[in-house]
């Protein structure tokens, strides 16, 4: 296949008769293809632009692509966009023509660790995925149009901080509590302003309240040239001292953070799940079990996945993918890890589920570790960090970075655990970041591979004890040694590892769910008493 990193023209896709299906990677089963590894991939699209949407300018939209992609449209070279797990598009009206249109994608995804990768890489556990890999689509707007917004909650302040970039003069905002309008507000693009929302009700797990969002622009005379409806959460997120324990505080009050480390893998998309119900099942069964909690590992999701956290309230932290080969041809590789990473979080930024960002797990790929956790800080100080969770475990081939002494959280991770978890110092709260991990062997539901765990359990209902035992332990913890956060692995079994409360393919619940559900709720509520 010819080479697909930043091509000067399309290549001819005469003879070509393979089909894929759009947005699953190649080597995944629902592509069609399943290929092991693609490095240079060329797709072509037919279509035509309906005639509604005349006057209009089109924009196509890529949710994400692994990992250099360039865009033709009708022979003609449109933009380039790199980076493997952040969305971004392209505004093709002058490239279009009557009748049929041609879109050619070229995608290049080397896969060598030079970019961030996370577990899809050369010293990842599972399946490598390529190309596109989330959802493609064509947008009509009109010529002035609302290009970005950013939304912050101002919870002590009862407002909202709202930015809009858009080439307009005017910006008009409304808020609105289910259709009725509470709050107005008038401001200018690119400019910050604030609208008010007085009594806020607040975002929570318990209550994960929305408010609507009406913004429209108009221009000097007055006239509407776009408008676009969203929502926002008001939620506060920062540290406090809790009896002389420095502990997490969500709206001004502790609550113990219970969570799944969730890989978002799936056995027949690989890093894409199958459908927008499948993808909302991983939530609804977290919050079933009682978790209010999730860490996105080494990978993100489409919006649609946090639309359903912010929705159904489930905590979200967020890893930031690894690059593996940090030491190596560093003004590219660690600039392009720095690039990613402004632009996953700027991708996230309006969603009040996520709370923390993480930058490096367990020292992989780990540079600079303490300077971007200070970033990461600067950038985004209305959420937590996480700056090398796990700092405690280290690859063999590389010497450990450590704890980096900055950032919100001193957190390591214990397997099984969780004795051994960090304690809080004077600046920063406790966190195990990760533990559990405890297999049972379902048959007929297994990865066809050699199966592995941390530890074993014979029956559902011998794991369903041992993970009793292990959050009554951290209860202790909890309470006496000053730990906030508990994250277990993992919601699925993936590929090899069969330490997921659920089979790979979701259709076994390894454990008691309702036993499960009881013990993290009585930890979390024995968490919300510490605040009496």
């Not at 971007?372 to 996480?386: A, E, F, G, M, Q």
Request: charge should be neutral; include cysteine; proline fraction near 6%.
């Amino acid at each position: 296949m010819a080479n697909a990193l930043n091509p000067i023209k399309p290549i001819s896709f005469a003879g070509k008769q393979e089909q894929i299906l759009v947005p699953y990677c190649p080597e995944s089963f629902l592509s069609g293809i399943e290929r092991k590894q693609e490095i240079n991939m060329w797709y072509r699209r037919n279509f035509e632009i309906p005639s509604t949407w005349k006057g209009k300018q089109v924009i196509i939209n890529f949710e994400a692509v692994d990992h250099d992609a360039t865009v033709f449209v009708n022979g003609n070279k449109v933009g380039t966009h790199a980076g493997g797990y952040d969305s971004f598009n392209f505004d093709i009206t002058s490239f279009l023509k009557a009748g049929t249109n041609i879109l050619v994608l070229a995608a290049h995804d080397p896969n060598d660790g030079r970019t961030p990768s996370g577990k899809n890489g050369p010293r990842g556990d599972y399946t490598f995925s390529s190309g596109i890999w989330q959802s493609v689509w064509l947008e009509p707007v009109s010529k002035i149009y609302i290009k970005t917004v950013r939304l912050l909650p101002d919870v002590a302040n009862s407002r909202l901080k709202v930015t809009v970039n858009a080439p307009s003069s005017q910006v008009f905002v409304n808020v609105l509590e289910g259709s009725k309008v509470i709050s107005q507000m008038q401001g200018k693009p690119g400019v910050p302003f604030y609208v008010p929302v007085k009594s806020p009700k607040l975002w929570s797990p318990e209550d994960p309240f929305l408010y609507n969002l009406k913004i429209t622009l108009k221009d000097k005379q007055g006239k509407v040239t776009d408008e676009m409806t969203s929502y926002f959460g008001m939620r506060d997120v920062k540290l406090g001292k809790l009896k002389g324990v420095v502990r997490p505080l969500i709206n001004d009050k502790f609550v113990m953070q219970l969570g799944l480390l969730d890989q978002g893998y799936w056995p027949d998309g690989i890093l894409t799940a199958p459908t927008e119900e499948a993808l909302k099942y991983d939530i609804e069964f977290t919050k079933k079990a009682g978790f209010n909690l999730i860490r996105k590992h080494m990978k993100t999701e489409p919006k649609r996945f946090y639309y359903w956290a912010d929705k159904l309230g489930l905590l979200v932290w967020q890893d930031m993918p690894a690059i593996w080969y940090q030491h190596e041809d560093t003004a590219k590789v660690r600039t392009a890890f720095r690039k990613e990473l402004k632009a996953i979080m700027d991708d996230h930024y309006n969603s009040p589920s996520i709370i923390a960002w993480i930058p490096f797990n367990e020292n992989w790929g780990a540079f600079d570790v303490k300077e971007i956790t200070d970033w990461v800080k600067h950038y985004d100080p209305s959420r937590l960090v996480n700056g090398n969770s796990g700092f405690n475990n280290n690859p063999n081939y590389q010497k450990a970075y450590g704890d980096p002494g900055n950032g919100d959280f001193v957190d390591t991770h214990i397997y099984i655990g969780p004795y051994g978890a960090s304690k809080p110092d004077s600046k920063r709260a406790a966190s195990l970041g990760e533990f559990g991990g405890v297999g049972l062997y379902v048959r007929n539901h297994m990865w066809p591979v050699e199966n592995n765990a941390y530890g074993y359990e014979p029956t559902k209902a011998a794991l369903t004890d041992k993970y009793v035992l292990l959050l009554n332990q951290v209860e202790q913890l909890m309470k006496y040694q000053g730990l906030s956060v508990a994250i277990y692995t993992q919601t699925t079994d993936v590929e090899h590892e069969i330490n997921g409360l659920l089979t790979y393919d979701r259709e076994v619940e390894k454990i008691d769910t309702e036993r499960v559900r009881e013990i993290n709720e009585a930890v979390i509520k024995k968490g919300e008493e510490l605040n009496q």
